[in-house]
């Protein structure tokens, strides 16, 4: 019987089929012997991927979900921990990744090319499928105590910065929404207090078992590839799952079925629902909090009024136009920062709607002020304008993603699919009708929206405001203390011995070799046939119009980029910028023919005319970039905009307030997070006088509080007089025909190109303003604390000078991926063990640095120590090359070319990259130049980096050292 079934055990169903906006088909099938399901989303580029997606559900807070995720990745049946990752980048990928939500967990990969994905997924299926989950693995990835008594572990120590942050509010939320016996209310990455006392590698088999099946999963593949290719691939693990399961029965989980049991809550009245506070660890009471509305909101199966109400609710927030928005954020007093929401699509679906940064002593009057503001929407009219607006530019966005080769949101669709397919059939077939169904509410009146929202007002079932708390972070702090100190003198030093060694043992066990005939077995891809985006970028008008640039790319929008330098500003002015960058495209308009526009309307325009927009910091870190994308028969009325955008924008200083009571409130919130405080002491001591610098967090905390209203006033409207009518470029990106119709004499008239110095073209980069006196900051670490962050962060950085794909930085990326290895040998002692979370080094031609950063540490000095012990290993050895290892070398390549090839995925995405060198002083290499050079890199390369740069790194006198740590530790 079982050869029977091996005989024909590739016979496939298809389920569903469609096409989405008109563009990219969908199939769906099933393996019929096994019940493996496999969606397939057409789509062209260089980038094959997979995602991977099981259900998951659990019943308690032992987080086997997020625990399983990890121990996957430690080796399988058929190959040895260390593999999967070999493979994968052998493939061309960079590597794989993971991640556990509510009721799933998808497991993905991303290759250069259908040769290598082919040979990756069978690879990949295995390890999910049949994983060796050994008690060595548990010890070192999930929960350990250390010989000294500390808690430690991979999961352990990426929990340990989530559970006691304000992220109580949502496991508030969830408790309140689901109820704490439900699945869907459980914290699926574990509880501290359970991952040590209930969560074991016992539990985490069981769960295994019963939820890692093949008819629990669903493999969704993006990229131009055939159903027959893909069995053909995974023909090898088919026969080993009906091998599996001739000789395995295996219980499914009372979990799965667990669906009536989603939503606890009942509905409210905004007036008679009450608020509940959920307090948080923090080190001052008035630090801000948070808000969370919660909504019942539609079954997963109503399609179009799910997309009703997400308009609806878009409508309410999503610009400083909005009605919530307009009156809680862009007031004197604001009561938040700002609005989002996220929707869980979940059988029954739930809206979570959240204000961020809340004044935490005015959450009452805060919910009061939603009621009224809903209340009054309710019973006034509606702006249909707006709303067209809305559906017409989500419609169009759709469709942008997926030009863009960004289909996150159909792969979304797909997993909902699969997950709730027996409660709402044929999913996948209605999402694809979407833009049907954008068209219908199109038609939509006055009444109908109406009714929208109020069955939306009426699906409140809760409200949760996070409080912050000195006293529970100093309780918690001392609690944590003493459970130590408790553990240490119970254990004695004897025990304490027998936990050092048994991690100690788990670790030489997890360090397993891998033999050279599994080595030899993975064939790397032929990168010669490798087919990769190319694009002509071309300047029009090159002798009375050097600053404007056409781009052919394959879209059917319009793209408009353009590039400002910000050196000509002050080192004041530049203070300013993060402000400037807030208030753009919000302020009043007045040009000189008389026309004039308040800030509102502005704000309103933009939201109909632009399909998205956006003013940030960008190319070198030094420019201000405006990014504009037009649908064609938005083009002539959006460049009229976008020219008084550029020119006639005016300082409303009752905005410009608002504004800055908003950027007040984001930097008091990022001064308890250890990683936006490293960031921002690299760029105020490294390049104190450049834009970043000046934007960066500390520098924005004392400009912010030291500049008056009518000073910033004043300064802003002159650095916007300053910023347009001062050299400038302008890139416009769009297919050949649509570029053809453009008038460019006309565009180059209106943005006042014409005649101007191409001198600028080649803007400045952050590297200019490197500090002068580095040796003075490199004789000292720097060290701050951060209250209320659990874990630590630090930077080391080194000068180092190099060109954007010259040999040396060719090499710099290749050695960061050896670096970031999580099998590799700096990944073994680093992540391995459990030491920080995150690490990686990385060299920046634009910043002029090498620089290693340790993230999400439970002890920063035992990581930095182990770096540089393996560093002086490297640099004195007789031997060194056989310490970097010469596989690892090979498979840092194959890396680094996936990473320059998803630079240019798409041709928007190609165009953006080319702007590094049409501005950077550097010649634009053709791919195959790269990947010869590539080729070319050895073992000993790695070994001279080492000697020659990276030494330095540890180093005294010779690096910038930059830690943050909780308020409780010390270096």
């Not at 298809?14 to 496999?38: A, D, H, N, W």
């Not at 548990?138 to 999961?155: L, P, R, S, W």
């Not at 891809?525 to 090159?542: K, V």
Request: glycine fraction near 4%; aromatic fraction near 10%.
């Amino acid at each position: 019987n079982l050869l029977h079934l091996l005989r024909y055990s590739m016979e496939v169903e298809l389920l569903s089929e469609g096409l989405f906006f008109g563009t990219t088909k969908f199939k769906k099938y099933r393996v019929c012997s096994t019940g493996l399901s496999v969606t397939i989303l057409e789509h062209g580029g260089p980038i094959m991927s997979a995602n991977i997606a099981l259900k998951t559900l659990t019943c308690d807070d032992d987080g086997l979900p997020h625990t399983l995720e990890h121990l996957v990745f430690m080796g399988s049946s058929s190959y040895p921990k260390g593999f999967l990752d070999f493979a994968a980048n052998r493939c061309l990928s960079n590597g794989t990744n993971a991640w556990t939500d509510q009721d799933h967990t998808a497991y993905t990969v991303s290759c250069a090319g259908k040769e290598g994905f082919l040979t990756f997924l069978p690879l990949f299926l295995d390890h999910i499928l049949f994983p060796l989950l050994t008690d060595e693995g548990f010890v070192t990835e999930v929960y350990h105590v250390n010989g000294d008594g500390q808690d430690g572990g991979v999961v352990y120590c990426e929990m340990q910065t989530y559970e006691n942050t304000i992220c109580i509010a949502d496991r508030a939320f969830s408790h309140s929404v689901f109820g704490k016996g439900s699945p869907y209310g459980v914290e699926t990455g574990g509880m501290l207090h359970e991952l040590r006392t209930s969560c074991n590698v016992e539990k985490c088999r069981e769960f295994h078992d019963q939820a890692y099946r093949p008819e629990n999963m669903n493999i969704i593949i993006c990229g131009k590839i055939s159903i027959e290719e893909v069995t053909a691939a995974i023909t090898e693990v088919n026969n080993k799952i009906l091998k599996d399961k001739s000789t395995k029965r295996v219980k499914q989980t009372d979990c799965q079925d667990l669906k009536d049991r989603i939503i606890a809550a009942e509905t409210h009245s905004f007036s008679s629902i009450s608020l509940e506070t959920a307090a948080f660890p923090s080190p001052e009471d008035e630090d801000p909090g948070c808000m969370l509305f919660g909504f019942k909101s539609l079954p997963l199966n109503q399609i179009k009024e799910i997309l009703a109400e997400d308009i609806i609710i878009e409508y309410l927030i999503n610009t400083s136009a909005s009605p919530l928005t307009k009156d809680l954020v862009h007031i004197p007093e604001p009561f938040c920062s700002s609005l989002s929401y996220h929707r869980y699509y979940y059988p029954t679906t739930v809206v979570q709607l959240k204000l961020e940064e809340t004044n935490s002593e005015k959450h009452t009057e805060l919910k009061e002020a939603v009621h009224c503001i809903l209340l009054n929407v309710r019973t006034g009219s509606i702006d249909l304008d707006r709303i067209y607006s809305l559906l017409r530019n989500r419609l169009l966005e759709s469709k942008l993603e997926i030009e863009e080769n960004d289909l996150e949101s159909l792969v979304s669709y797909a997993i909902v699919d699969n997950l709730y397919e027996r409660e709402c059939p044929n999913l996948l077939e209605n999402y694809s009708k979407m833009d049907t169904y954008y068209h219908e509410l199109l038609e939509g009146s006055q009444d109908f929206w109406q009714s929208v929202l109020s069955r939306f007002m009426e699906s409140l079932v809760t409200c949760v405001a996070a409080q912050p708390s000195s006293e529970l972070l100093t309780s918690m702090e001392e609690e944590d203390s003493e459970r130590i100190e408790k553990r240490i003198d119970e254990l004695g030093e004897e025990k304490l011995s027998n936990y050092g060694e048994i991690l100690a043992q788990a670790e030489d066990f997890n360090n397993n070799s891998i033999s050279p005939e599994l080595f030899a077995a993975i064939k790397k891809p032929d990168l010669s046939q490798f087919d990769a985006y190319d694009i002509s970028t071309t300047s029009s008008q090159a002798d009375s119009c050097p600053n404007l640039f056409l781009h052919n790319i394959n879209s059917s929008f319009y793209r408009f980029y353009s590039i400002i330098d910000t050196d000509k500003f002050s080192d004041q002015e530049k203070s300013l910028v993060p402000l400037l960058l807030e208030a753009c495209c919000n302020l009043p308009i007045a040009d000189e023919a008389g026309l004039s526009m308040s800030g509102d309307e502005v704000t309103s325009k933009c939201e109909k005319l632009f399909l998205n927009h956006g003013v940030s910091l960008g190319l070198f870190k030094e420019q201000i970039c405006l990014e504009f994308t037009l649908s064609e028969d938005s083009l002539e009325e959006g460049i009229v905009l976008l020219q008084q955008l550029l020119f006639y924008q005016v300082v409303d200083s009752k905005k410009i307030s608002e504004y800055i009571q908003n950027l007040k409130s984001t930097v008091k919130a990022s001064k308890r997070c250890g990683y936006e405080s490293v960031q921002s002491l690299v760029y105020q001591h490294l390049y104190p006088f450049s834009t970043s610098a000046k934007s960066s967090l500390f520098c924005q905390e004392h400009s912010l509080e030291s500049v008056s209203l009518e000073d910033a006033c004043s300064s802003l409207q002159i650095m916007f007089k300053e910023l347009f009518t001062s050299d400038c470029c302008l890139h416009i990106m769009s297919n050949p025909e649509l570029l053809h119709k453009l008038d460019l004499s006309g565009i180059s008239s209106l943005f006042k190109l014409d005649g101007r110095s191409s001198d600028k073209l080649n803007f400045v980069q952050l590297k200019s303003f490197l500090c002068k006196d580095l040796a003075n900051l490199m004789e000292e670490d720097m060290v701050v604390k951060v209250p209320g962050e659990e874990t630590s962060y630090m930077a080391s950085i080194v000068p180092i000078s190099h060109s954007l794909y010259d040999p040396l930085d060719i090499k710099m990326r290749v050695f960061k991926n050896w670096f970031g290895n999580l099998d590799g040998v700096i990944g073994r002692e680093i992540r391995g063990k459990g030491l920080a979370y995150h690490y990686y080094t990385r060299s920046s031609a634009t910043d002029g640095n090498l620089m290693m950063q340790l993230q999400q540490s439970t002890d920063v000095s035992a990581a930095f120590c182990a770096v540089k012990e393996l560093t002086d290993s490297i640099v004195s050895s007789e031997n060194p090359t056989a310490i970097v290892d010469e596989n690892q070398v090979e498979l840092s390549k194959s890396s680094t070319f996936f990473s320059l090839v998803e630079k240019v995925k798409s041709g928007y995405s190609a165009a953006l990259w080319d702007l590094n060198f049409i501005h950077g002083k550097t010649e634009r290499k053709p791919f195959q130049e790269i990947s010869r050079v590539l080729d070319d890199i050895s073992c000993q390369d790695i070994v001279d980096l080492c000697k020659e740069y990276h030494y330095k790194l540890f180093a005294k006198g010779e690096s910038v050292k930059i830690y943050t740590i909780p308020q409780n530790k010390e270096v």
